[in-house]
C-alpha cells in the first residue's frame, strides 16, 4: 500500500502562519506531481497548490503570494507554508500524489487523511 500522512493543522488568528507537511510511505517506485487541496462543508473541493517532481508550482488565485508549496523528494514530502492566514482558509487540508505503486503496478493518485486548518479570531 501506499500511505499519505498529513501534520500540522490547528488553530491560528488571521495574520498567522502555519506549516503543513504531507510524508508518504509504501510500496512506492516513483513520485509525479503532488498537491493540496481543501473542502469545507457544503463546498466543493478545490485545488491549493500543486507542485511537479521538477518543482514546477501552481496556485489558486486565492493563495498566490501566501502560500508555497514545496517537496523534498528524499524524503518523500511535500509541504504547505501557509502565511497571512485567512478566516476564508479554514478548511481541511489533503495532500495527494501521484504515485507508481510497485504494489500494484499501476500509476495512480493518493489521499491523505486530511488535516483540519482553522483561522478564527
Known amino acids: 500500500q501506499v500511505q499519505l500522512v498529513e501534520s500540522g493543522g490547528g488553530l491560528v488568528q488571521p495574520g498567522g502562519s502555519l506549516r503543513l507537511s504531507c510524508a508518504a510511505s509504501?510500496?512506492?517506485?516513483?513520485?509525479?506531481?503532488m498537491g493540496w487541496y481543501r473542502q469545507t462543508p457544503g463546498k466543493e473541493r478545490e485545488m491549493v497548490a500543486t507542485?511537479?517532481?521538477?518543482?514546477?508550482?501552481n496556485y489558486a488565485d486565492s493563495v498566490k503570494g501566501r502560500f508555497t508549496i514545496s517537496r523534498d523528494n528524499a524524503k518523500k514530502t511535500v509541504y504547505l507554508q501557509m502565511n497571512t492566514l485567512k478566516p476564508e482558509d479554514t478548511a481541511v487540508y489533503h495532500c495527494?500524489?501521484?504515485?507508481?505503486?510497485?504494489?500494484?503496478?499501476?500509476?495512480?493518485?493518493?489521499w491523505g487523511q486530511g488535516t483540519q486548518v482553522t483561522v478564527s479570531s
Open positions: 495527494n500524489a501521484e504515485v507508481y505503486s510497485t504494489w500494484t503496478g499501476t500509476r495512480n493518485f493518493y
Open positions: 509504501g510500496s512506492i517506485a516513483s513520485i509525479y506531481n
Open positions: 507542485i511537479t517532481s521538477a518543482h514546477n508550482t
